[in-house]
Nanobody, 122 residues
Framework: QVQVEESGGGLVQSGGSLRLSCAASTRTFSSYAMGWFRQAPGKDREFVAAISRSGGDTIYADDVKGRFTISRDNAKNTVYLQSNSLKPEDTAVYYC???????????????WGQGTQVTVSS
């Protein structure tokens, strides 16, 4: 069982930046791929970014490529999402998830956090 907890959300103006963090409570953090997903009001949850167990591979949704960067620190059991050039359409609850393999499919991640709200004002 893995527990994950997101932090770092908030209100930011369009064009601004936020760094989201996700701390995992497991002794085997490096054996989990990690993903970030988001859900805007009235919309389905969607993939944002994911990183492999070692951190050597990353994948991104097309609409965040070049603006968001996912990274991890296995010594700190933490994964990060650096979000730059934020747009109002990035407003959503952002969720962190842990799974056994890097994937854009949320079904591959059995462990989820409660989410952190990101609001981008225009």
């Amino acid at each position: 069982q893995v527990q994950v907890e997101e932090s770092g959300g908030g209100l930011v103006q369009s064009g601004g930046s936020l760094r989201l963090s996700c701390a995992a409570s497991t002794r085997t953090f490096s054996s989990y791929a990690m993903g970030w997903f988001r859900q805007a009001p009235g919309k389905d949850r969607e993939f944002v970014a994911a990183i492999s167990r070692s951190g050597g591979d990353t994948i991104y949704a097309d609409d965040v490529k070049g603006r968001f960067t996912i990274s991890r620190d296995n010594a700190k059991n933490t994964v990060y999402l650096q979000s730059n050039s934020l747009k109002p359409e990035d407003t959503a609850v952002y969720y962190c998830a842990a799974g056994r393999a890097i994937s854009m499919n949320d079904g591959w991640y059995p462990y989820w956090g409660q989410g952190t709200q990101v609001t981008v004002s225009s």
